[in-house]
């Protein structure tokens, strides 16, 4: 009786059963909860919003130009639809927060401009339409592969995107994360072509992301839409992909499912992702700095790219390209 009142409180008292180990190797099935995303969408909402309250439109109205809403949006009002048909704040507000200009960059050395240009929004449907493509590209990608990579290739791609901006624009401001969500877009279509052998449906993905990107843009020659920024921004990302985004090939990923039979599956990268990475890591440090170099000389691109100036802007009888 006492040896089983024993062996009973022995068991009563025995520490729980640790839980199972994580096999080896699985760290690459991860999927992570995505949280930088959200915060670039939470951090271009606010800054639209002291840009609003900056701009305060009612405090220099003039004439019979009207603020929209200033009834009950007080000072931040939206600028007369004819100053700013994106209903947002004026020009010379965005100047002063950040945005990109050519002049203030290359001759007044402003290269801050390169970066905080990607957070401003000349309005609520410019912010509306670039937050929304954030969420919709950004999360499923911070899913995948993390904070890191995802704001690496953001916040770089961003970049790429204002440096081929100011090559070939001079006369307009530039705002807007466009260049950072194609860079995003991008790094889509670089980590399809280096993770290969995982898709199952390789034609399908292939061919959607390659229709979503050529409407994106083929909107960008409308006027009045900076594309030279999206581009930039494009092969930013497209490069960053090979570098940031590359996965175990399919027979590593799988190998503990397979047969007992199969035991030698390889080495976890494949010779053509080292061989892609390599490349791409060249290319996009190279371009990087070249542009930069160009463009702090003062360098511009349409004299060097006669036809350039079409892949921004198509005039036709609907439209002109001019300022």
């Not at 009612?58 to 209903?87: E, T, Y």
């Not at 929004?121 to 911070?142: P, Q």
């Not at 390659?210 to 839409?225: C, E, R, T, Y």
Request: with cysteine; charged share 15%.
């Amino acid at each position: 009786m006492a040896g089983s009142r024993r062996d009973a409180d022995r068991k009563e008292k025995a520490p729980p059963a640790a839980p199972p180990q994580q096999q080896p190797g699985r760290e690459e099935e991860r999927e992570w909860v995505p949280w930088i995303v959200p915060v670039f969408v939470a951090a271009n909402v606010a800054l639209f919003a002291v840009a609003m309250y900056a701009n305060n439109c009612p405090a220099h109205a003039r004439g019979r130009r009207k603020c929209v809403g200033a009834g009950f949006l007080r000072r931040f009002a939206f600028q007369p639809l004819s100053q700013n048909p994106l209903l947002g704040p004026s020009s010379a507000t965005l100047q002063k927060l950040g945005a990109l200009v050519w002049d203030k960059v290359v001759h007044e050395h402003q290269g801050w401009r390169l970066v905080t240009c990607i957070w401003l929004h000349a309005g609520v449907v410019h912010l509306l339409a670039n937050m929304l493509s954030l969420v919709l590209v950004g999360l499923r990608l911070e899913q995948q592969f993390g904070f890191v990579r995802v704001g690496v290739i953001y916040l770089v791609s961003g970049v790429g995107g204002s440096v081929m901006s100011s090559l070939f624009i001079r006369d307009n401001i530039s705002v807007g994360a466009s260049g950072a969500l194609f860079g995003l877009l991008g790094a889509m279509l670089s980590e399809l072509f280096t993770n290969w052998t995982i898709y199952t449906n390789k034609a399908a993905a292939l061919v959607t992301l390659l229709f979503v990107i050529a409407v994106n843009l083929a909107i960008g020659i409308l006027p009045h839409v900076d594309n030279f920024a999206h581009i930039g921004g494009f092969l930013t990302g497209f490069l960053l992909g090979f570098v940031l985004l590359m996965r175990p090939h399919y027979g590593w990923a799988q190998r503990y499912v397979l047969p007992s039979s199969v035991k030698d599956v390889g080495r976890k990268f494949l010779a053509y992702q080292w061989a892609l990475l390599a490349v791409a890591s060249v290319l996009v440090v190279v371009g990087l700095a070249v542009g930069m170099a160009m463009l702090f000389r003062g360098v511009n691109g349409n004299e060097h790219c006669q036809w350039c100036h079409y892949l921004s802007c198509v005039p036709t009888a609907r439209w002109s390209c001019g300022k």
